[in-house]
C-alpha cells in the first residue's frame, strides 16, 4: 500500500530554493563559490581547492528576452537563460560566484561563454570530440591540469596531490551513494518514485554541507529500502505499470510538465540515464595514490557518456545495460528545442531501444509555457501502448 | 555538380584505379588524402539527393547538415570508399553517428579551439592516426615524400583561389563576386587537385584579360558567415543587382580554406600539419581569434565598404559568433556592417533582396 513518505523529500525538492541563502551565509562567511554548468566539470578539482560549487544551469524563461538582444533566437533555452541570468545580474547562485566555468560541450554553449566572459571571471574548459583514451587522453589532461592551476592562480591557493586524494575519496562516496538512490527502482514496484529521485538527485547539488548533505540521503535510501520490505510502497503494485527510464538534456526545467506528468499519469520512473546515469556513477576515480591525481580524474571524466561527443559508443552501452538492469518498458527522451546534440542522439536511442524491443518517446520542448496539453496527449498515448502490451504479455503467460 | 555528374567522376575514377574519399570541411588535411593516392572531393551542397535527413534528423538542423546526411545516404553515391566524418559543429557530428554504413566513416577528431596547448599536438596526432588509418584500410604506405608532394599541389590549388579572388581588388574590381564563385564552383568539381589549379589561374587570366564589367561606383561587399554553399548565389546577385559588387568572400569554401599554406620545406612535416590546420577561422573556435584577424586583413587589403554576414539560422556557432563580428566591424573596423540569417530555399528572395538594397543604398 501507498503511504507517507521520508520527511526528507520536501527539503531536496526545495533546495534550490533555500539555497539563495545558504548562499548568501556561505559567502557572509568569506568562502568562495564556484558556478558551474555541466557534468564535466572536475567535481575533485573544486572540491580539493576548498571552494563551493553550484549549478548554474537557468531554468526560467525570464531572462530569455534580456538573452537574445545578443545571442540568436533559435538556440536552447538553457543557454539563453543562463546567459540571461549574467547579463541581468537576476540569478543568485551566477551573482555569487567568484569564477564560472564552462566546458565547450555543445556548438552554443561554447561560442555563449565567449560573451558571459565578458560579464564574469570565467574558465573555459576544452573538451575532446572523441571519447577515446589513445587519442584525446592526452589533450584532456591538458586541460584538466590547466583547470587546476587555473584555479590556483585565480583564487591564490594550492591544491596539493593530497588534498586531491582526498577529495577524489570523498567524490567516489557521493558517487556510490547516487548510484545506490538509483538502485531504488530496480525494485517492483520502485522503492522510490521517480519524481522523487529526481528532488534529490537535482536538490543535492543545491546544499553546501557535504557531510550532512550525505546523511541526509543515506536515511533516504534507508527508510525507503525498509518500508519497501515491509510491504510500504511509494505506489501500488501493479503488474502493467510501465517502468521507464528518463533521459535528455538539459531538462530540468519542464520537470511540471515532463516527468511529473508521466509519474501522475501512473507511470514509473525507474531510473535516469545521460551524464550522471548509472554507468557514469559507477565508473570511480582510480584511487591508486601512486599514479597523478590529475591523469586519473581525467581518466574517469573521459567516459562521461554525454552527447557532445563522437562517437558516444559508451553512452549506447549505457542505455542498453539500464534497459536490462531496471527491466524498464519503455524509454523516454527529454531534449529542448534547438538542442542537437541530444535531439539528434536520441534517433540513436530508439535504436538500441528498439533492438531491446522497447518503445522511445521523444518529447522536445522549452521553457515557456503553452505545449502542456500536447506533451501530456503524446505521454497518455505512449503508456496506454505500452500498458497494452503488457497486458497482452501478461494473457499469454 | 549535381548527384549524377558526381557519381559519374566516381565510377571513372574507380575505372582509373583509384579509391575516392568524400569530406565536407575545411578542418579535413586534404594534403594526407592527396598524399594518400585518392581522389577527394570537398563537397558543396548538393542538388538532388535523395531525402533521408527527414527520417534520420530532427528538424531543427542546419540544413547542411541535412544535406551530407542525404549525401552519405543515397544508394547512387554508396560507391564512395571513405567518408571523413569531422567532429566540427554538433549537427554534424551526430548525424554521422547515425549513418547506416559505418564502415566506410573515419572520424577525425577537430579540437575546439586554436590557440590552447594541446591544440597543436592533437592536430599533429590526429594527422599521424589518419595516416595509419588511411595506409591500413587501402594497404599503402605514405612517405613523408609523398606528403611534401602532396602538399605542394595542394598549396597550388590554394594559391590559384587566392589569385583568383584577388583580382577583385583592383578598382573597379575585375569581375563579379558572381563570376568568381561560378569559376570556383566548377573548378573544384573536377577531381585532379592540378586540374583545380589550371581552371582557377584560367579564369584569373580571362578576368584580366577583359575590360572590367564591374561599375566603378558599385560598393565594395565582403561576404562572411557561415559556409554557404547552396545560398551564394541568391545572396550575390542581390548584392550584384543592387549597386554593389562582392568583393571577397571570407567563408569557408574560399578564402578561409585558401589562406592557409602548409610549409613544404619545414622539416617536421607534423609541424607543418600544426601550422597550417591551426590557422583555421572556423566558428567551431573557441575563442575564433583567427577569423577576426582574416576579417581585419581582408577588409584592408580588399578596401571593402560593407560587411555583410550571412547566417543560417540553425547554425549556433555562426549565430552566436555574430555578435563579436559585428562588434568588430563597429567598433574596430568602423565598416558598416549587416546580418541577414537565410535557408537553402528561394522563398525569402524576395525580402533578403530589399534588405541587401536598403543596406548597399546606406552606403
Ligand atoms: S540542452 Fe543541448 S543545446 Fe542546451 S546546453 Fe545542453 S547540450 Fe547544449
Ligand atoms: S566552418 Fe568550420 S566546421 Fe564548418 S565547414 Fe568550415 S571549417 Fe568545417
Known sequence: MANELPQNFEEFAEARREGFLLMKELKDKGRQVCGTFCQYTPAEIIHAAGLKQVGLCGRSHLPIKTAETRLPANLCPLIKASFGHVMEDSCPFAYFSDLVV????????????????????????????VPDYDRSLEMWVSEVRKFKEGLEAHFHIRITDEMLNESIRWNNKLRTQQAHLYELGKYDPPAITGVDMNNVTDGFQFMFDDEEKYRKITRIIEECEKNWQEGIYPVEPDPIRPRLIVSGGGYAATNEKTINVIEELGASIVCYEGCCGISSLRRKVDEDESRDPIVRIAEKYLEVPCAVVSPNKRRMEQVADTIDEWKADGYVSITLHSCNPFAVETENLRRVCAGKGIPLLHIQTDFTPGDEGQIRTRIEAFLEMIREKKREAISHE | MNKQELKRLIDDRHRAGKKVALSFCSHVPEEVLEAAGLCHFRLPYMEGMEDSASRILINNVCPLVKNVCDICE????????????????????????LLTNQDRLYFYQVGQGADRDYVRPLIKSEVRYLIRELEKRFGIAVTDADLREAAKRVNEERESVLELMAVQRAFPPAAYGMEIYQALEESRTLPELKDRTSANRRAREAFLARKSPVSPDARRILLTGCPMSGVYEKIIHGVEANGGVVVAIENCEVMKTAVRHFDTEQENLMEAFADCYQNTACAIMSPNLRRFALLRQLAAEYEAEGVLEVTLQTCHPYTVERDRIQQLCKNELQIPYMAVETDMTDSDTGQLTTRIAAFIEML
Open chain 2, 74 to 97: 543515397d544508394p547512387a553515391l554508396s560507391e564512395a570508399d571513405l567518408i571523413l566524418a569531422e567532429t566540427s559543429c554538433d549537427g554534424k557530428k551526430k548525424m554521422y553517428e
Open chain 1, 102 to 129: 564552462g566546458e565547450t560541450t555543445c556548438d552554443g554553449k561554447k561560442k555563449m561563454y565567449e560573451l558571459m566572459a565578458e560579464y564574469k571571471p570565467m574558465q573555459v574548459i576544452h573538451l575532446p570530440n
